[in-house]
């Protein structure tokens, strides 16, 4: 079984409606505190977020996805979650 993902670079922008086919985009630190309700979320966080409204995050179209920054209980940065669309 071959695994691969539809994105190939990531992007930064202040455009949240910048999303194209093949790319991932870094949420703005202002969407982190929209989604997750705190600016350095834990993965626990995240997980919960996700799982209660994941068809409210972006992106919005097909063959993208977004990422943000998880953190541990002590607000240092451990990782970074991503989510998206397949574009399959």
């Known amino acids: 079984m071959s695994e691969h ?3 190939d670079r990531v992007i930064e922008t202040d455009d949240v409606d910048d999303e194209e086919d ?3 985009r870094v949420v703005l630190p202002q969407e982190v ?3 997750f309700g ?3 979320p834990t993965r626990d966080v995240v997980e919960r977020a996700y799982k209660a409204s994941a068809s409210d995050l972006p992106p919005m179209f097909r ?8 953190y541990d209980p ?3 940065q451990v990782e970074w979650v991503f989510w998206g669309t397949t574009g399959d």
């Open 38 to 40: 705190e600016e350095m």
């Open 22 to 24: 093949g790319t991932v």
């Open 74 to 76: 002590q607000g240092h």
């Open 5 to 7: 993902i539809d994105v």
């Open 63 to 70: 063959g993208s996805g977004c990422c943000a920054p998880v």
């Open 33 to 35: 505190l929209e989604y």
